[in-house]
């Protein structure tokens, strides 16, 4: 058990933050966030009226000395730290000294305590930072803290409080922050006597998600597991079709510590680019694991911004984790055949129809989308995996492409760029470097075992095309539906960015100048070879003008000024943000006016052709997001046709 010391003015100088209580959510994170650190493995918070007039954290941790007790609420008093040099090696979530102190200046506090070797606890009641109580008491092993009244003492705070509901929804936010944060720590959170959260503590991570974020996130979430350059990263992220309105559902922790990280969410959406909807959100649980000494948790009064020596090893490491986890566990969408009956109010009960009295009802067959029943047995059995070095589930390996011969000349380190992080690292396809092992992907509910058939061997055969716009094909025992113009898109796209698609040019019969604006201008003229690769012959003239000789033989009738002053814009504005979308929007632009349209005729050659590109390259996402095929399978077709009962 650790002691209770006063700090050197010369240590507490360095820590200093003014802890001010702001509201019961700032009270409710000190206490636990203790309580965590005293090697708790439960942690009950009760709250009343939104926790103004009553908060209750009770733990089973090591208790406080009784001796300890009066040093416990003394500004600067704390168990974590010693010396100037812990700062550079903190573990604990708290280190300050100073929540105690401002809890109970502003409030009536109760404590209960006793540890494993005191034969009596003690009971200690402080009011406006005012001993009132000593005594011994019988408790259980643990802390108990009671607090009542908040800012009873302080009117001016007090009237600043929002609703009760409005606060303890923040209090409800800041113990799921935490319960998530430590999956071994059984959490239960009782609110105006009625529990609304309970974790069961059994240290994996799934369950606490589980039960902090519902049923339907859980669902929708894929396994990450992955280190770089000593940063571990581990945790769960959503699969691109269940994203999200806003970042609420992103949560990233440093060293257990929650925390708002740029470099984290960046990295994050970063890897989701090109196969999430615009205005959509990737989810996550992540975990970073990585050297306390590389990070400053001094940062902000609530500790919850954190500063990184080195900011880019973070955003690679969170990039790649999460690239890995989407080319790993990412499946195409199947279509999940069910029957649902339907009863008018003639019609007898399930059970009186079993029992032969009445003829079978209707049945009305529901088609519902989500993610391949493998998929899902994958997120289901990864959710309990064992997420430690031993693990058995091999990571993509990526070959670092950096010029490393004895001329070359080391960059300048600048903040992360997204670019070079992209661009540095390539994949080596994970067909050839892993394989997931048969029980991990193997359904949820017994199936009849299938023929084991290896998939490079079974061709696409085209069967047909619906609506002149999807395109039907079977595959062995799998019939896939593909958005013809979306597939096509995100193939242009991907050849696009690799360099591997040049755009034929048509030159016009009358040269004409397009005016841009200076910064479009220079935009241009600093890229002249990669807008000819995309069928613009286009020479300088004087700022602000471009020439224009030649345009691209798929823009048909549009207007090619208009598209080369939007393509300029997009140039320009990628370079002011140093993003990786520089050239993101000509990329989108020119894969769309390149692929075959929908409500088109394409002959079956063309479209074969397609969908077995589709098919091998796993081409899952549109440059926007939108899927590109779903999958049905003759298992779930033949339970419809009653073929298996």
Known sequence: MAIIRMLDKSVYELIAAGEVIERPSSVIKELVENSIDAGSTTITVEIKNGGRTYMRVTDNGHGIAPEDIPLAFMRHATSKIKTKADLTDIYTLGFRGEALASICAVSKVDLLTKCKYSDYGVHSAIEGGEDTCYEESGCPNGTTITVRDLFYNVPARLKFLKKDVSEGNSVANVVSKLALSHPEISFKFIRDNKSELVTSGDGKLSSAIYSVMGKEFHGSVIPVDYSLNGISVRGYVTKPLMSKANRAFQNFYVNSRYVKSVTCMVALEEAYRD?????KFPGCVLMLQLDPSSIDVNVHPAKIEIRFSDEKPVYDAVYFAVKNALMTFDS???????????YSKNTLTPEEIRGGKAEQPHQQTEIKFSASPATSAKADKADWFDFSAGSIYAKPIYIDTKDKSENASEPEKTEPDKIEAAARYKYIPREKIMKIPEEFVQAKDPEPKPLEINPESVPVEYVGEVFKTYIVVQRGDDMYLIDKHAAHERYNYDRLKE?????????????????????????????LAMLKRFGFTLEAADCPEIRVYGVPVLLGEEDPADLLTQIADSIAEGRRSGGSEVYDELFHSIACKAAIKANTFSSPEELQKLAQLVIDDVIQYCPHGRPTLIKFTKYEIEKLFKRIV
């Open 275 to 279: 196969c999430i909807m615009t205005g």
């Open 332 to 342: 195409p969408m199947e279509a999940e055949l069910s029957e649902k009956a339907t």
């Open 499 to 527: 360099g591997e698609m040049n755009i034929e040019s048509q030159m016009v019969i009358t040269p004409f100048t397009v005016r841009l604006s200076a910064e479009g201008h220079s935009a241009v003229v600093g890229n």
